[in-house]
């Protein structure tokens, strides 16, 4: 893996992009989650603004996530702030690929049941929604713990670009 001083402006604009997009599918799922309920139960499908907006938006954090893979694996990511434990390093190494790996099975299985009403899909769908809800907590709350108690500047990283 590539080390760079600093994540780049597109990397730091895409994660911000992502981030709004995927608080989007949750602040305004209740549309999908209706639809998909009367279309389970025979009534069909209802066009709303809404409803598009989450399978776009799902499609959209696709392929921004996969333009992040690419840009991680061809221009690098900075390396973990150098006081930080080596417990600490792996748990965010592994929850930064388990975010990709979250985010792509999360657009997979939402096509899968949408264009393919595959059943197993609309489970893993509900399950993985649980795991990236919780992957997220842990992943905001780890910013003001690296300010307070590790005492680095790790949010800079992702507003300031680095070389
Ligand atoms: C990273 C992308 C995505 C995220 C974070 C996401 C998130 C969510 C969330 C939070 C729900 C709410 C379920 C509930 O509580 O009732 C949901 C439901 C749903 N999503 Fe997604 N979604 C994504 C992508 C997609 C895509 C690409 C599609 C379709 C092409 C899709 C189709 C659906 C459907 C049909 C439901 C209703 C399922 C149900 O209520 O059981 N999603 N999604
Ligand atoms: C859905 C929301 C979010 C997702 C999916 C997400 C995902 C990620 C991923 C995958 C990385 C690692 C980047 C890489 O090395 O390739 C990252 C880094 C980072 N994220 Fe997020 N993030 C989200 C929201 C947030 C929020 C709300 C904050 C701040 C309050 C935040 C702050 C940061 C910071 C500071 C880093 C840099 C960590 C470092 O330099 O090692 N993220 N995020």
Same mark, same amino acid.
Request: hydrophobic share 55%; no cysteine; net charge positive.
């Given at each position: ?7 780049? %402006? ?5 994660? #911000? ?18 639809? #998909? ?6 009534? +069909? ?6 409803? &598009?907006?989450?399978?776009? +938006? +799902? ?8 333009w992040r893979l690419v840009l991680r694996l061809t221009r690098g990511v900075p390396s973990a702030p150098e006081n930080e434990p080596a417990p600490l390093k792996t748990l965010s190494h592994i929850a930064h690929w388990g975010f990709y790996a979250v985010l792509v099975a999360m657009s997979v299985t939402?096509?899968?049941? #949408? ?5 197993? %899909? %609309?489970?893993?769908? @509900? ?6 809800? %919780? ?9 003001? &713990? ?5 005492? @680095? @500047? ?10």
């Amino acid at each position: 893996m590539k080390q760079t001083s600093g994540y780049s %402006a597109t990397q730091i604009g895409l994660h #911000w992009i992502v981030a709004v997009l995927v608080a989007g599918q949750y602040i305004f799922k209740d549309s999908i989650a209706s639809t #998909w309920e009367a279309y389970t139960q025979g009534q +069909g499908t209802i066009f709303s603004p809404l409803v &598009f907006a989450h399978v776009a +938006g +799902g499609l959209l954090i696709l392929a921004f996530v996969l333009w992040r893979l690419v840009l991680r694996l061809t221009r690098g990511v900075p390396s973990a702030p150098e006081n930080e434990p080596a417990p600490l390093k792996t748990l965010s190494h592994i929850a930064h690929w388990g975010f990709y790996a979250v985010l792509v099975a999360m657009s997979v299985t939402g096509g899968m049941m #949408w264009f393919g009403d595959i059943a197993a %899909a %609309a489970q893993a769908h @509900n399950v993985l929604k649980i795991v990236l809800l %919780a992957m997220i907590a842990l992943h905001v709350l780890a910013v003001p &713990f690296h300010k307070i108690v590790l005492k @680095n @500047n790790v949010m800079q990283r992702m507003i300031r670009p680095g070389a």
